[in-house]
């Protein structure tokens, strides 16, 4: 792999305090698209490779935003040409990087792995990543989307009484709340693609037909979702239009009582609340019988064509998906493991899991869960924020939900 000025200057300060002998040797790993709020965590699993890998240098490349950020500043670098050898992506963007040819196959790596033939991964590692029934990366993180509430402020209302199980009482709870609190806000639904499916299948809806010819979101589920943010825009969200950096701090401050998020923030909201209030986590409620939670997370890609750069991605993403880079995980933001061989063998990481209650919820909602679904096509991720501007529209009362439906179809059905 050609290396511009740029990379060639980045690796050298890297590796200007190293022996002459080891900087002769040692490879620099360029590692992009990490999600900023993770940051330690991915400054710890670094740290955790290179002193098993003493010869590969690597160089961390902290994503803006989020998961849409990320895919387009992926795209944006294939363009330029200046990818870098390992990139994470959300499993919904996954597909993005395969049609795009950017995600390279990892059959071939897989077949020859002998710690693979020994059994070291789960399925669920690799099968997590297939698209067109190629493996494009493998599992970092599982996470599900989890109601968090305030629990100082919900047993004020209801004393030891368990958190209710139906959209209506939540919405109820949420509005209870407000009232008795009026600058607090009784509940807040984040606006996202990733809610918005869960919310439609966990209703028994799809966002499409199985063979991606016909949007069906805009169904029954689809008019059960939209009159439930309007009505949580009434319990008072449609007061604080936030965004979800905005929306994740009123939450940890203690302004909103009840909130969505992913199972992958416990670790962080539990450090940012800090005793400020008792945290209550639940799953996401499921109201049809037959419904679905997508389970959504981190993957990572490789995307370098160099065999050279290639072995040495392959071992960090082995690390990834092994005990150690597991634990990492787990430990600091409470993605799931997707390595489930890893749990039986290794007594840190099960001792761990075993140590966070608050996390039986997530655990709950593998038994539910669905691959998260990426529209097909180049504007997948346009899509996703079509859906969003959707949502914020009807939880801030801006539009009714019946006409948001109608708009949002043709939209998404014109970026098809």
Not at 119 to 138: E, I, K, M, N, P
Request: hydrophobic share 45%.
């Amino acid at each position: 792999m050609l290396l511009n000025r740029r990379s060639f200057l980045a690796g050298a300060t890297i590796m200007a305090g190293l022996p002459i002998a080891a900087r002769a040797e040692q490879t620099v790993l360029r590692v992009g698209q990490a999600i900023s709020i993770f940051r330690p965590m991915f400054d710890e699993i670094v740290k955790a490779f290179q002193a098993e890998n003493p010869d590969i240098a690597v160089r961390l490349e902290v994503a803006p935003g989020e998961q849409p950020e990320m895919i387009q500043e992926l795209l944006r670098k294939s363009v330029v040409n200046d990818l870098p050898d390992i990139s994470f992506q959300g499993y919904n963007y996954l597909r993005v990087a395969a049609e795009r040819e950017i995600a390279v196959p990892l059959q071939s790596f897989i077949v020859k792995d002998a710690d693979w033939k020994e059994g070291a991964f789960s399925a669920s590692v690799a099968d997590s990543c297939r698209v067109a029934g190629s493996v494009y990366g493998l599992g970092v993180g599982f996470s599900f989307p989890m109601l968090f509430y305030n629990a100082t402020l919900v047993e004020e209302l209801r004393g030891d009484r368990p958190f209710p199980t139906h959209w209506a009482e939540i919405v109820m709870l949420a509005k209870d709340i407000r009232a008795r609190h009026p600058g607090v806000v009784g509940g807040f639904v984040r606006s996202n693609a990733a809610t918005f499916q869960a919310l439609i299948e966990s209703h028994g809806g799809r966002l499409m037909s199985e063979d991606d010819r016909v949007l069906t979101f805009d169904g029954p589920a689809g008019v059960a979702v939209f009159d439930l943010l309007h009505d949580f825009g009434e319990a008072g969200q449609a007061k604080m239009a936030m965004t979800t950096p905005q929306s994740r701090q009123a939450f940890v401050s203690g302004m909103i009582g009840i909130f969505t998020d992913s199972s992958s923030l416990l670790s962080k909201h539990n450090q940012e609340i800090a005793g400020k209030f008792k945290l209550g986590v639940t799953a996401l409620p499921v109201p049809d019988a037959k419904g679905h939670v997508p389970a959504a997370g981190i993957a990572a890609v490789m995307t370098t064509r160099d065999d050279h750069q290639q072995a040495a991605a392959w071992r960090f993403l082995k690390f990834l998906a092994g005990p150690k880079g597991q634990l990492i995980v787990a430990q600091n933001t409470s993605y799931l493991p997707t390595n489930t061989a890893v749990v039986e063998r290794d007594p840190a990481l099960k001792a761990y899991l075993t140590s966070q209650p608050n996390l039986a919820p997530a655990l709950q909602s593998i038994s539910r869960a669905s691959p998260w679904y990426a529209f097909p096509g180049q504007n997948s991720a346009k899509i996703d924020k079509t859906i969003e501007d959707a949502m914020q529209q009807v939880s801030s009362l801006a539009i009714s939900p019946a006409n948001a439906l109608g708009q949002l179809r043709q939209q998404v059905q014109n970026l098809l």
